[in-house]
């Protein structure tokens, strides 16, 4: 989303690829409501776990990457653990249990650059993982090349950013125009699903929970969430 008209001209790849997903979702979601509208006792679910907001448009031509989870584990003298798959910018790191997790999300907070600037930004500990950002956007020209940090159970270090492990390399496309927001969506269509138009808040862990009430079976143990998506009988 740009600034303003003319501000800026999208490229080609990203957004011929967005509006063309968009078309055969579109497509697709027709085609299976159309399927549901034949056959009764049928009901359709479409669940997403985040949404999309416009971003002002901002060049950034360099970012930091985690390429070596080994060298910050080292650097800040971590347990053992390994690397989990997540989205960029987001870092998965997995311990034995969840009292190591605790003790790496302190060390992994305590990494500050050269700016002042957290290098790593929303920590999150979920039993043994951890989860958190790393900080891509500035205002500065370049990016910091030296930070300080709190390793466990020693003195406090400097150093160059390099040493944990953070490369400094070329950012596609220079630049964001979109951002992911926690705002998803939840939509249900079906026998024995009525229009709500109130747009109430709901969690996308009710979704399973509530297909599983619309199943008549008992929900799973493991299933954080509530049948909300389902009408009181």
């Known amino acids: 989303m740009p ?8 490229d080609p790849t990203q957004g011929e690829f967005i509006v063309t997903a968009m078309d055969l979702f579109d497509a697709q979601l027709r085609r299976i409501l159309a399927w549901i509208r034949m056959r009764p006792n049928r009901v359709l679910v479409v669940a997403s776990s985040m ?36 989205m960029y ?15 790496a999300a302190a060390a992994v907070g305590s990494v500050v650059t050269g700016c002042g600037d957290a290098l790593f930004r929303d920590l999150r500990v979920s039993g043994r993982t951890i989860s958190f950002e790393i900080s891509y956007r500035h ?5 910091p090349a030296v930070a300080t940090w709190q390793p466990l159970r020693a003195s406090s270090s400097s150093g160059r950013i390099a ?5 400094v390399k070329g950012r596609s496309f220079g630049g964001d125009s979109g951002g992911h927001t926690p705002e998803g969506m939840v939509l249900m269509y079906g026998d024995g699903i009525r229009a709500d138009v109130s747009r109430v808040p709901v969690s ?3 979704a399973a929970p509530s297909l599983c009430a619309l199943l008549g079976v008992p929900p799973d143990p493991s299933m954080r969430g509530e049948p909300s ?5």
């Open 89 to 103: 910018p987001r870092i998965t790191l997995r311990f034995a249990n969840a009292d190591e997790a605790d003790e």
């Open 229 to 233: 998506l389902v009408p009181a009988r």
């Open 139 to 143: 205002d500065v020209e370049h990016l």
């Open 3 to 10: 600034d303003g008209p003319g501000e800026h001209q999208p």
């Open 51 to 86: 949404g999309q907001g416009p971003l002002p448009r901002r060049t950034t031509a360099t970012t930091y990457v985690l390429d070596d989870h080994h060298a910050l584990a080292t650097a800040l003298a971590l347990p053992e653990c390994e690397r989990e798959r997540c």
């Open 204 to 206: 996308v862990l009710d």
């Open 163 to 167: 040493e944990l492990g953070v490369a």
